[in-house]
């Protein structure tokens, strides 16, 4: 059973920055999709980003672009989200999350981390 442990969650000040993590266990598959998802209090949880391990491909939501940026240390099975410019919208839970496949959406994901819990707040 895949296992994904996020970390580095907290609070931090309006045009801050944050760098989340998610360690990727027991992944049987050479290639998936990998990124992150959050869920602010009150609304659907969102598509953030997430990285292809075969392409490198990335993918970032509209509202993310420039500001956000995924990456992926194959080495160490990890996947990280480096947020920047960071506004009070982007108070979230964000959950690590894994898509056997190429496609990327709430509907495609196959295993979801427990999520780690982001404020934005002055």
């Known amino acids: 059973q895949v296992q994904l442990v996020e970390s580095g969650g907290g609070v931090v000040q309006p045009g801050g920055s944050l760098r989340l993590s998610c360690v990727a266990s027991?992944?049987?598959?050479?290639?998936?999709?990998i990124g992150w998802f959050r869920q602010a209090p009150g609304k659907e949880r969102e598509g953030v980003a997430s990285?292809?391990?075969?392409?490198?491909?990335?993918i970032c939501g509209e509202s993310v672009k420039g500001r956000f940026t995924v990456s992926r240390d194959a080495a160490k099975n990890t996947v990280h989200l480096q947020m920047n410019s960071l506004k009070a919208e982007a108070t979230a839970v964000y959950y690590c999350?894994?898509?056997?496949?190429?496609?990327w959406g709430e509907g495609y994901i196959d295993y979801w981390g427990e999520g780690t819990p982001v404020t934005v707040s002055s």
């Open positions: 027991r992944v049987t598959l050479d290639y998936y999709r």
């Open positions: 990285i292809s391990t075969s392409s490198g491909r990335t």
């Open positions: 999350a894994l898509s056997c496949g190429t496609s």
